[in-house]
């Protein structure tokens, strides 16, 4: 695995060869990245600025903690760029993951007071994890896009991995010689190998605990151990509300955001359970036009009158007979399947 001391010259080289803006995006929380950063800046006499709330937040706590390195006068205030040359300028960011509201994705949508033009150049200093290179890649294409030139792991040596490798934790566990052993980050996988380099170096098995997302480790005489397990995922925001939306919620708006709703009002006589009023049929969002429901009402009526033939009075019962109705109609004619709401009224 290549050292972090070889990231300085690749930087440096970057900032020698770029004619205006340098925009680096990077974890708020890679300090050391963010030094490298900041001596290049200063060595090629450009101003600094933090842009996003928690790459400013993290970089004022490591700069009291003595973490990072700050020359005076070398980070100003994203406003002061106004006034710079444009080969004076680096904008240290959020975004190297693709994430949709952090910085360097709203300047690759045109959503951000930081306007890419023709010449700039970003730096994504990260690795790509998993899972993100949708997220990355249409990043990258949105900052091509502008006439940004896009430098990342893929093409120039600006960032290497701070997990250690096999090799590395065997050193580190052969050093600490550990009593117990928990893995931490990464999957299943990654946390069962990181268990056996433990067995091998002498931690003995029934010491070693893989634990999830929510589970209890006691550490008790000097033993670690599984004692229980407590709710532990993700906590939806909606609003002012904190926790209140549920998967269900969430499963009702992703249908009615990709199949839109149909309402269908009937009135019925409570005694007989035969029809006095409707159907009525509206959609919203479906695709489908209100006209074509006039060829399912007749089915429905046939279902209902059928239904009220049976003794089958009751609302609820009706209503799903409505809604498996219209939801078969839908499917064979459309194959969607759009939210179906069925309001049943008793006179």
């Known amino acids: 695995m290549p050292p972090e001391r070889?990231?300085?010259?690749?930087?440096?080289?970057?900032?020698?060869?770029a004619d205006k803006r340098i925009i680096v995006?990077?974890?708020?929380?890679?300090?050391?990245?963010?030094?490298?950063?900041?001596?290049?800046?200063?060595?090629?006499?450009?101003?600094?600025?933090f842009v996003g709330r928690s790459m400013v937040r993290n970089m004022g706590i490591a700069r009291d903690l003595g973490y990072l390195k700050v020359p005076p006068g070398l980070v100003v205030d994203v406003k002061a760029l106004d006034d710079l040359p444009d080969d004076e300028v680096v904008l240290v960011c959020t975004g190297s993951q693709g994430e949709p509201m952090a910085a360097l994705s709203r300047m690759a949508n045109r959503d951000h007071q930081i306007r890419i033009v023709q010449g700039d150049t970003v730096i994504l200093?990260?690795?790509?994890?998993?899972?993100n290179e949708n997220a990355v890649y249409r990043v990258i294409n949105g900052l091509t896009r502008w006439g940004a030139n896009v430098v990342h792991k893929g093409n120039a040596k600006v960032h290497v991995s701070g997990h250690a490798s096999a090799g590395e934790l065997l050193y580190f566990y052969n050093i600490c010689k550990p009593?117990?052993?928990m893995p931490v980050h990464g999957e299943w996988r990654h946390l069962r190998a990181n268990a056996e380099l433990g067995v091998l170096t002498g931690v003995p098995p029934q010491n070693i605990v893989i634990a999830e997302d929510g589970v209890v480790v006691d550490l008790v005489d000097g033993r670690a151990k599984i004692v229980g397990k407590v709710q532990a995922g993700y906590v939806y925001v909606d609003g002012l509300s904190v926790g209140d939306v549920t998967e269900t919620s969430l499963k009702d708006r992703r249908i009615l955001g990709d199949e839109g709703i149909i309402s269908v009002f009937v009135v019925v006589d409570s005694s007989t359970g035969k029809i006095t009023g409707g159907p009525h049929i509206q959609a919203r969002g479906s695709g489908i036009d209100d006209a074509?429901?006039?060829?399912?009402?007749?089915?429905?009526?046939?279902?209902?009158?059928?239904s009220a033939q049976d003794g089958v009075v009751e609302p609820h019962q009706l209503q799903q007979l409505v809604r498996r109705t219209l939801g078969k109609w839908v499917s064979d004619h459309y194959r969607r399947r759009p939210m179906i709401l069925p309001v049943v009224v008793e006179v």
């Open 25 to 49: 995006a990077s974890f708020a929380s890679h300090v050391h990245r963010i030094q490298q950063i900041l001596d290049a800046a200063h060595e090629y006499g450009r101003r600094v600025a």
């Open 292 to 306: 074509r429901f006039a060829d399912v009402v007749p089915r429905i009526q046939e279902v209902l009158e059928k």
């Open 179 to 181: 009593k117990n052993l």
């Open 6 to 17: 070889d990231i300085s010259n690749v930087l440096r080289n970057v900032f020698a060869n």
């Open 125 to 131: 200093a990260s690795s790509l994890i998993p899972g």
